[in-house]
């Protein structure tokens, strides 16, 4: 069973924080910022925004799934109704899109918030088919709020998230990328005085290239939101990784 990487207050403090910081940067944009480009391929800000809303609604479930026991999937109709969902939403006006992560926002945080004590520990299923204590629910939401903030462009980056919560995100995404095909063999090493973390933990370790830098930069290299020009790697060279979306 997967564990979260910080007790439950302070991953609803990461939130916190990390959706006041959106909605401040959301209060500045205008009608043009929301329909204009965006830098994930095939999509808009619109596209962004409407997948943050939709995703908030979609752990509302999970939320209410271990509150009530009853199984409530993320996203009913599935991968391709969550596509769906996002493709027909980013039609909206920029209005109506704003008001919908907000909104959304609230919802989610409403039910953490009312979610009973015993139903922490509660298993619930996500998207991808994994089965998580309900106690992961607001990791998981983190992790959409913080990365999304920086891809909308606004002028957040990643050494805006809380240090902690830099700390427990790289391994994260270490471990997702792992998953990916054509996920290189590599080892991450933090700067400075991070532990290692790897790829491919069953190979040599001489068969990996090893990549240091300051936390941030390295979840935004690993996540294909930055080229990684501030890190250093041996051997030089920083290796082609897959699309993280």
Not at 68 to 93: C, S, W
Not at 111 to 116: R, T, V
Not at 145 to 166: K, M, N, Q, Y
Not at 209 to 232: C, F, M, N, Q, Y
């Amino acid at each position: 069973m997967t564990r979260e990487p910080a007790p439950v207050p302070r991953l609803l403090e990461w939130l916190a924080v990390g959706t006041s910081l959106l909605n401040t940067q959301l209060g500045r944009v205008d009608e043009a910022w929301v329909t204009g480009p965006n830098t994930l391929p095939g999509w808009r800000n619109a596209h962004v925004l409407t997948h943050l809303a939709r995703n908030a609604d979609a752990l509302t479930n999970l939320v209410t799934w271990a509150a009530t026991g009853v199984e409530t999937p993320m996203y009913p109709h599935g991968n391709e109704g969550r596509l769906r969902d996002i493709q027909e939403g980013a039609r909206r006006t920029a209005p109506v899109i704003l008001k919908d992560v907000n909104d959304s926002a609230v919802r989610l945080q409403q039910a953490l918030d009312e979610l009973p004590v015993i139903a922490w520990g509660r298993t619930v299923r996500t998207a991808q088919g994994r089965l998580v204590p309900a106690s992961l629910i607001p990791w998981l939401r983190n992790r959409e709020v913080w990365i999304h903030l920086v891809d909308l462009g606004t002028g957040v980056t990643f050494d805006a998230l809380p240090e902690d919560l830099a700390a427990a995100l790289l391994p994260d995404v270490v471990t997702t990328l792992a998953g990916r095909d054509g996920c290189p063999a590599l080892i991450v090493r933090a700067q400075p005085g991070g532990l290692p973390l790897t790829t491919r933990p069953t190979e040599p370790v001489g068969s990996a290239a090893e990549v240091k830098g300051p936390t941030p930069e390295l979840i935004g290299w690993l996540t294909g939101r930055s080229t990684g020009d501030g890190l250093s790697c041996s051997p030089p060279g920083l290796p082609a990784l897959p699309a993280w979306l």
